[in-house]
């Protein structure tokens, strides 16, 4: 399935190659892309399987390799086939190079152990490049778009300046969209607060500690139903919710 099917980029307006898109926008087509792939996802929580999304759906090639010696890099996207620099872990770390095709997302092997909800999101994020960004990236010269691993996560309009910036605002929008879909949420929450025996107003009361229990443990079930960390799950309901819930 070609992404343009979901996201038409020639029918956006663009700042220095970067579409403009608002957070609502890139709900909209996660969701889209949910209801085409798995309806389902919409309404219950179902841990996206994101490999069989960007591998079956959208044709890409995940790569599992040594981006840098101290794992830095946790991810990159092909957008033009090249030669990439890997090192191999079977001969202490020397440097190699791997011919790769367009539509390859790399990725550092780190991940592959323990690190289930960091490589979900990282997926989930290439992904969003892939959709967004291929005039960005794929005729300019800005040619790699990489994840680095001390990489800031942009949740807030505020800290965005650059191009690139934006392009990563925009990334991991998607990521957290189409991981935790808005609709499903909205649906776990109320299950919750029935469950519960609990009110919204009552929940996000944060003066009362038991609150705070309640919605600690709230984010818990998010980020176990759907496969991710805790802190997305946090910075989830404070985008769609509006919950400054404290760290
Ligand atoms: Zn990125």
Same mark, same amino acid.
């Given at each position: 399935m070609e992404s343009q099917v979901f996201f038409? %980029? =020639?029918a956006y307006s663009h700042i220095n190659g970067v579409p403009v898109l608002c957070r609502y926008q890139i709900e909209e087509l996660s969701e889209r892309i949910i209801k085409h792939v798995i309806p389902d996802a919409l309404s219950i929580p179902i841990p996206c399987d994101i490999e069989n999304l960007m591998e079956t759906h959208f044709n890409l090639t995940l790569d599992y390799q040594n981006l840098q010696p101290d794992g830095a890099i946790l991810g990159e996207t092909v957008f033009k086939k090249g030669v990439r620099d890997i090192y191999r872990v079977e001969e202490t770390l020397k440097q190699d190079q791997i011919l790769v095709r367009e539509g390859t997302v790399l990725v550092d092997d =780190?991940?592959? #152990? #323990?690190?289930e909800t960091r490589l979900r999101f990282t997926l989930a994020h290439e992904l969003g490049h892939w959709i967004l960004h291929q005039r960005f990236?794929?005729?300019? %010269? #800005?040619r790699a778009c990489r994840s680095y691993r001390r990489q800031h996560i942009y949740? =807030? &309009? &505020?800290?965005v300046k650059s191009p690139v910036e934006w392009t990563e605002w925009q990334a991991d929008t998607f990521a957290s969209a189409i991981l935790v879909p808005r609709p499903a949420l909205r649906q776990s929450l109320r299950t919750f607060l029935a469950q519960n025996g609990l009110s919204w107003p009552k929940l996000s009361d944060f003066s009362d500690n038991k609150n705070r229990e309640n919605y600690n443990d709230f984010l818990k079930i998010i980020a176990k139903e759907y496969g991710v960390s805790k802190e997305t799950a946090r910075i989830r309901m404070n985008k769609l919710c509006g919950i400054h819930f404290p760290n």
């Open positions: 038409n %980029e =020639s =780190s991940l592959s #152990n #323990n690190m990236y794929g005729t300019t %010269e #800005n949740t =807030s &309009h &505020h800290q």
